[in-house]
Structures are given as C-alpha cells and as structure tokens.
C-alpha cells in the first residue's frame, strides 16, 4: 500500500505547492490517486493555515476529497492541532464527518484516550510510533494495541546516514506489534532511505508533501503527485 500524506503540518511558508483549502487538497488527492497512490492522509486546516480537529474543518476538508477520490482517507489528531488531550477526545465525538481512520501518536499524552474515543465511533486508528519516544512501549502494553488497524512506524529523527538502522532498530523494538499490519516511513532526509527499506521489505509505506519536500535526486518536488510516480519508480 502506498499513502500519500497531502500536507501535513506544513503552512504556505513551505511552499504554493503544499495544499491547504478544501479545494486544494481534494486536487492534490485526485492527482495523488491518479500517479498510484491507495490511501490518503490529511492535516485539515482552518483558513489561517492551522491544522485543526474542529468538527467543521474535518468535515470541509472529507467531503471535499471524498468528491473526487474513493480510496480511505484519514486525519491527524496530533497534540499540535489541539494540545489539550481532553479538548481532542472532544473534538474527535463531536466530528459530523467521519475518517476512513485517525493517527494516534501514542507517546502523547492522552493518546489511550483518543484512540478509545476513536474507536468507540467506529473509526480506524494509525498508531502513530515516533522512533526515540518511547512510543513502542507504550504501545505494546497497551490493551488496545490489537484493536488498531495499523501501525505507522515514523522515523522522525536520525544522525545522517543512519536512517535505516534506526528504522530497523523500530521495527526491532515493535516485534509482531500484536499481529498488526506495519507502514514504516521516515521524514525529511529520512525520507527515502526509509522508503526504499519498507518496499525492500514488502511493508506498506508512504510518500508526500508532509514528509518531504524534495526528490530522489534533491530536486523540489513539485506535487504529492510527482513524489507518487517517484515512490513507485524505487527500485
């Protein structure tokens, strides 16, 4: 499976080609399908550029992608859009539009919460694992660790070069995450590295604006479409 993360926490700061609007990410999916990507993963943001988990923002942000794509499309419910882990369990009963699934990083605080909250609505939950958090073990001795749909193992951090031990040394640490299907990806100059691992490996994985910025060869990538055709071209 490869998933395309439209844009993640990035702002206009970034870049025109990082989409935000409604209208803008739905675009940027329908290309992002169309190059070969299965599922989508998507930061809602309000007209300030701010990722948000407002009912109304979340719902603005699904309908307008579910107009153009019918692949599962899911949404963050990082401490960054909401930083009080009450104020999230919230936000995720009161959405009007449900995800296809959430991200739930499980070294914040309140993740149990969220995910219950999750569940409890029928939705799908990406535990989010941060390579250096302690997020693995956390995850592992949790009691709704066998109830999630998968498991995102993040390479978020790594001295150069040394992307792909500290991907191997997560995945180590996660064992059999309870029988649970594992994406692994990286961020920035992890990026690919880890990229090339999952696929040489047979694990799903995931592309886009929101981890990375740049091609293969460095050169700025002028679409999650493009980073798309680039993932599926590794060898």
Not at 120 to 146: H, K, M, Q
Not at 160 to 183: I, S
Request: charged share 20%; proline share 7%; aromatic share 2%.
């Amino acid at each position: 499976m490869m998933q395309v993360c439209l844009n993640g926490a990035r702002g206009a700061a970034d870049g025109a080609m990082v989409p935000l609007s409604p209208a803008d990410l739905a675009r940027s999916a329908a290309e992002a399908v169309a190059a070969g990507a299965t599922e989508i993963h998507v930061h809602p943001k309000t007209p300030c550029g701010d990722d948000s988990l407002s009912p109304r923002v979340v719902g603005a942000a699904l309908e307008a992608i579910r107009a153009v794509v019918s692949v599962p499309v899911g949404v963050t419910t990082g401490a960054w859009a909401e930083p009080d882990p009450a104020r999230r369990v919230e936000h995720v009963r009161s959405w009007t539009v449900l995800p296809d699934y959430a991200s739930v990083n499980w070294h914040e605080e309140g993740a149990e919460a969220v995910a219950a909250a999750l569940l409890d609505r029928g939705v799908g939950i990406e535990a989010g694992i941060w390579s250096g958090t302690g997020g693995a073990r956390r995850f592992l001795a949790s009691p709704l660790a066998p109830r999630v749909l998968r498991v995102l193992a993040e390479v978020t951090e790594s001295p150069p070069g040394a992307a792909e031990p500290t991907a191997r040394a997560l995945l180590a640490e996660l064992g059999d995450a309870h029988g649970r299907p594992l994406l692994l990806h990286g961020e920035d100059e992890s990026a690919w590295p880890v990229l090339r691992l999952a696929l040489g490996l047979g694990l799903d994985t995931r592309i886009g604006l929101e981890d990375v910025l740049v091609l293969r060869d460095g050169q700025r990538a002028a679409s999650n479409a493009q980073l798309v055709r680039a993932a599926l071209a590794c060898p």
